[in-house]
């Protein structure tokens, strides 16, 4: 019998293995676990009976609706507007519309990702993003995080002092994922200067800016136009399966960004894209995210509640002021991987260690657990907090 030929893969992907963080979300999967793991938004906050009006709507008025068609310029003008409310000025022709943010951040890559080039970024990040930026295999410079201000600026100075010009600094200014901070104004200001006088762009992650709590801050690009490239979404304010987001570059990017595109997708999502378009036209968004404020607010302040009350003394978190996480430190003694075995076997509640989201193998960093406070409900909170706790005072030091 003739050998089977295999087809060989590129040199980036030969060593491709199923990450630790895929292996945890399966078994989070399972029927009956308590769930903080993941950062979905409530499926019942869903507007889901104005999506169906809205799509009975197009489907009836728009001939090209399920046609493939350019972007559609009425979004845009929307996007401008929804800008506004984040303190951001800017015009129709500087928003590009994507399949998310996610796709949003993978196109920037690769415009500005020359393989092995430095980029700069926090140690522990969105594992989304780290996908993106693999394949290009960058030499990642990473600076630390403050838990109570955000990134460490004066590390990413430090580095361009020095005389490094990365492809561009990762930034997630609001509701961090996975560390739930916000950067402080003066941390931004001083970013963008920095990204001004060294001319290295910043990539600006604001997928949960519009979910704050407390006072809002403006985003980098409120601050700086020329080099920051900003990525938003609807995923985390409608709906993730509409697929529909957008990013803010100078015009002069987005004849590149287009070819880059449509040699992936052409123009997917014209159908959702009028979708939320006719949402928008509504004007139901702004009560519609007040209502998410509102109801994330209880779940979060429930979720610091029961911490409060059933947590060990020695761990620490922080209130998140904005997204959908609360990052939760531990003592040294703990082993977050053996905790989370522990806790789905024993207790049938998951998280994600922290240490999943490190950027590079080496670096040393603290037990901790990443808790996903928007998808469960208060009473499921008040459940999962105290089985996990138990799974603490139950463990072991290594």
Same mark, same amino acid.
């Given at each position: 019998?003739?050998?089977?030929?295999?087809?060989?893969?590129?040199?980036?992907?030969?060593?491709?293995?199923?990450?630790?963080?895929?292996?945890?979300?399966?078994?989070?999967?399972?029927?009956?676990?308590?769930?903080?793991?993941?950062?979905?938004?409530?499926?019942?906050?869903?507007?889901?009976?104005?999506?169906?009006?809205?799509?009975?709507?197009?489907?009836?008025?728009?001939?090209?609706?399920?046609?493939?068609?350019?972007?559609?310029?009425?979004?845009?003008?929307?996007?401008?507007?929804?800008?506004?409310?984040?303190?951001?000025?800017?015009?129709?022709?500087?928003?590009?519309?994507?399949?998310?943010?996610?796709?949003?951040?993978?196109?920037?890559?690769?415009?500005?990702?020359?393989?092995?080039?430095?980029?700069?970024?926090?140690?522990?990040?969105?594992?989304?993003?780290?996908?993106?930026?693999?394949?290009?295999?960058?030499?990642?410079?990473?600076?630390?995080?403050?838990?109570?201000?955000?990134?460490?600026?004066?590390?990413?100075?430090?580095?361009?002092?020095?005389?490094?010009?990365?492809?561009? $600094?990762?930034? $997630?200014?609001?509701? #961090?994922?996975?560390?739930?901070?916000?950067?402080?104004?003066?941390?931004?200001?001083?970013?963008?200067?920095?990204?001004?006088?060294?001319?290295?762009?910043?990539?600006?992650?604001?997928?949960?800016?519009?979910?704050?709590?407390?006072?809002?801050?403006?985003?980098?690009?409120?601050?700086?136009?020329?080099?920051?490239?900003?990525?938003?979404?609807?995923?985390?304010?409608?709906?993730?399966?509409?697929?529909?987001?957008?990013?803010?570059?100078?015009?002069?990017?987005?004849?590149?960004?287009?070819?880059?595109?449509?040699?992936?997708? $052409?123009?997917?999502?014209?159908?959702?894209?009028?979708?939320?378009?006719?949402?928008?036209?509504?004007?139901r968004l702004e009560s519609h995210v007040e209502n998410l404020r509102r109801e994330y607010r209880l779940r979060r302040d429930?979720?610091?509640?029961?911490?409060?009350?059933?947590?060990?003394?020695?761990?620490?978190?922080?209130?998140?002021?904005?997204?959908?996480?609360?990052?939760?430190?531990?003592?040294?003694?703990?082993?977050?991987?053996?905790?989370?075995?522990?806790?789905?076997? #024993?207790?049938?509640?998951?998280?994600?260690?922290?240490?999943?989201?490190?950027?590079?193998?080496?670096?040393?960093?603290?037990?901790?657990?990443?808790?996903?406070?928007?998808?469960?409900?208060?009473?499921?909170?008040?459940?999962? $907090?105290?089985?996990?706790?138990?799974?603490?005072?139950?463990?072991?030091?290594?």
């Open positions: 019998m003739k050998e089977r030929a295999e087809v060989e893969l590129a040199a980036w992907a030969r060593g491709l293995e199923r990450s630790s963080l895929q292996e945890m979300l399966t078994a989070t999967a399972r029927p009956g676990i308590i769930s903080f793991a993941l950062g979905l938004p409530a499926p019942e906050f869903f507007p889901a009976a104005d999506f169906s009006e809205a799509a009975a709507r197009v489907l009836s008025e728009d001939a090209r609706a399920l046609q493939y068609s350019p972007p559609f310029e009425p979004l845009k003008r929307h996007v401008v507007e929804l800008m506004k409310r984040r303190g951001v000025v800017c015009r129709a022709e500087q928003i590009f519309l994507t399949a998310g943010a996610q796709q949003g951040m993978s196109l920037l890559a690769r415009l500005l990702l020359d393989e092995g080039r430095s980029i700069i970024t926090e140690e522990l990040i969105y594992t989304g993003f780290q996908q993106v930026v693999k394949p290009f295999r960058p030499r990642i410079l990473t600076v630390p995080t403050d838990s109570e201000t955000g990134m460490d600026v004066e590390a990413v100075s430090e580095i361009l002092r020095r005389g490094e010009r990365p492809a561009f $600094i990762y930034c $997630i200014t609001d509701g #961090h994922n996975p560390l739930s901070v916000r950067l402080h104004p003066s941390k931004r200001a001083r970013l963008v200067e920095l990204s001004e006088h060294y001319g290295v762009p910043i990539i600006e992650d604001d997928a949960y800016g519009f979910l704050c709590y407390e006072e809002t801050e403006p985003p980098l690009r409120a601050l700086g136009e020329s080099t920051v490239l900003y990525a938003g979404s609807f995923s985390k304010i409608l709906a993730p399966a509409l697929r529909v987001g957008w990013v803010i570059v100078p015009e002069e990017m987005l004849l590149p960004l287009s070819v880059v595109k449509e040699s992936s997708d $052409i123009d997917t999502a014209t159908f959702t894209q009028r979708l939320v378009t006719a949402y928008l036209d509504t004007g429930t979720m610091l509640r029961a911490l409060e009350e059933h947590f060990p003394e020695e761990a620490r978190w922080r209130k998140p002021e904005s997204g959908v996480f609360c990052w939760v430190e531990l003592a040294d003694e703990f082993d977050a991987f053996e905790l989370f075995r522990k806790a789905i076997e #024993h207790e049938r509640v998951a998280f994600i260690p922290g240490q999943a989201f490190g950027v590079r193998e080496g670096l040393s960093h603290a037990p901790s657990m990443r808790l996903n406070f928007s998808h469960s409900a208060p009473g499921l909170i008040e459940e999962g $907090i105290p089985r996990l706790a138990r799974v603490l005072k139950g463990s072991r030091p290594r």
